[in-house]
């Protein structure tokens, strides 16, 4: 699965593929896989970027685990 929905890494979008749809989907595949039960670490690297940055996109749209698996 990995960038092949969107094609894009999320540095590239924010350069050169800018579209919002794109940076939409990238993050809603992102929560998706989270949700799903997947370490934010796994989610990264599943999509090419950093923890930090894919923690980040979480925070932002879905409520994260705490290291025991409870949401926060």
């Not at 094609?7 to 050169?16: F, K, N």
């Not at 799903?36 to 925070?59: D, H, P, T």
Request: glycine share 12%; net charge positive.
């Amino acid at each position: 699965m990995a960038n092949t929905a969107v094609g894009c890494t999320w540095s590239r979008l924010s350069r050169r593929c800018g579209d919002a749809a794109e940076r939409q989907e990238f993050a809603q595949d992102a929560v998706r896989l989270y949700d799903q039960g997947w370490s934010i670490r796994r989610v990264a690297e599943e999509f090419g970027v950093g923890y930090g940055l894919m923690r980040r996109i979480l925070r932002s749209r879905t409520v994260l685990r705490d290291r025991g698996g409870k949401a926060r």
